[in-house]
C-alpha cells in the first residue's frame, strides 16, 4: 500500500509527464520547460526575510493554484481568438515545475525551515535524521 507522501510523488511523475505531452501538443518546443524551469525558484528568496516570510513566498509560487489560474486565463483568452502564447507556456511551464519538485520530495514548506515540507524533511535535515 503507498503512502500519501508516495502517492504524491507518483502524482507529480505524472502531472510532469502530462505538461511534457500538453507543450508539445499545443505546438511549443519542449525545451521552453526546461528554460523556464529554474524561474520559480526565485520564490526562495523570501528565505532572506526569514522562515515565515520565506514559507509563505515559496508556497505561493509552489501551489498549483496560480499556474492553473494562468492557465485558465490563457484558454479564456485564446477562446476569444486573442491568444496571449507566452501565457500558455508559462503556466505549463510552471506546473511542471512543481510536479518535478513534489516527484523528487520538495513539498510545501512549513515555518520551521526551509528544510521542512509537508512531504518530510530533505537536505542536511533529512541526512541528520537518518
Not at 489560474?69 to 505549463?92: H, K, S, T
Request: aromatic share 14%.
Amino acid at each position: 500500500m503507498l503512502n500519501p507522501v508516495q502517492t504524491q510523488r507518483i502524482e507529480g511523475v505524472g502531472v510532469a509527464a502530462f505538461a511534457v505531452v500538453v507543450t508539445v501538443a499545443v505546438g511549443y518546443a519542449w525545451w521552453w520547460l526546461l528554460a523556464l524551469f529554474l524561474i520559480f525558484d526565485l520564490s526562495m528568496v523570501g528565505y532572506l526575510r526569514g522562515p515565515r516570510v520565506g514559507a509563505v513566498c515559496y508556497n505561493l509560487v509552489h501551489s498549483y493554484t496560480l499556474p492553473a489560474l494562468l492557465g485558465a486565463v490563457a484558454v479564456a483568452f485564446a477562446a476569444f481568438r486573442d491568444p496571449i502564447d507566452w501565457l500558455g507556456i508559462l503556466a505549463i511551464a510552471w506546473a511542471f515545475h512543481i510536479a518535478v519538485d513534489r516527484a523528487l520530495g520538495y513539498g510545501l514548506k512549513t515555518t520551521e525551515g526551509f528544510e521542512h515540507t509537508h512531504l518530510g524533511s530533505i537536505g542536511k535535515t533529512k541526512r541528520s535524521a537518518s
